[in-house]
């Protein structure tokens, strides 16, 4: 049984998708007509997928703007559609504006073949996910089989900073004046926190009778109750949170800025070293006795 799905306008010009499911009305207010429409044709699909179980050959041009209009019904932010966006420029660049019978397992290889003597591998595989994307909505829309698969390439891994414990020292004087910057250092060379972790730790998380931090990781969802550090950092981990606003309890109030981070690292000739290089030292090069604070 095939379900009806309307396109109604009231006297407000709300535009809006009317239907009745098990004999109940069902309907959604859109903002635009454009929108309206094109959500009627999505909840017909959906509502008659037992109906109609065929590919619909559709071309190039209607298959990109449903998609847009899709994602905006859904709510998804304008940088994200830009990107995309790209994507599907270089796509037709490179293949050509393709109806839905013409996208095929060879057609996307070529693109990704073609695409990666352009750009650089973390750069395709932004691409590729993006085209992945727009492959399923494509999918479940019945634009295209389920044949085709779409896989990221793996990338290179970037080879780890090298720092001696001079070039630590100065990075550390480097920043001394600037005592965020200097104390999201100190705690990343002496605990290996990532930077994400570092910026959520409290006041109220540091136990300095016991040189220990609660810790709970963004990335592995994991917590540590008493995670050590060292007792030199520990002292100037306390030096910092007396000079805090009384009442303050997050341990960093301002933002990580990449600038000021690369402008230090430029001005000790450290050009290339990321936040994160600085955690690989936490266990195996930094000791507490050797660290020198000046």
Known sequence: MIVRNSLSINKDRIFGS???????????ALPTRKLAEHYCQLKYS??????????????WKQMVEEYRESKKVQGVAEATLYETALTLRHFEQL???????????????KF????????????LNKDIRNLRTFINWCRGNRYLNGAIKIKELK??????KSLNMPQIRELLSATKSNPSIYMRILL????????????????SDIDFVNNCITTNSKKTKKAMASRPVPLDIIKELKSYVNNLPKGQDLLFTDAYSYKKWRKVCNRIQLQGLKF???????????????????
């Open 18 to 28: 009317d239907r009745y499911e098990s004999g109940k009305r069902k309907a959604k």
């Open 46 to 59: 959906q509502l008659n997928s037992d109906v109609f179980t065929g590919i619909v050959t559709i071309d």
């Open 95 to 109: 293949i050509g504006k393709c109806n839905s019978k013409q996208i095929t397992q060879n057609s996307i290889d």
């Open 112 to 123: 990704i073949f073609e695409r990666g003597q352009e750009v650089r591998r973390s750069t």
């Open 155 to 160: 990338e290179d891994e970037r080879p780890v």
């Open 188 to 203: 990343a060379l002496g605990t290996g926190l990532r930077r994400g972790d570092i910026e959520a730790i409290k006041v």
């Open 276 to 294: 994160h290089d600085l955690r690989n030292y936490a266990d195996t090069f930094i000791m507490p006795s050797r660290f020198a604070f000046s």
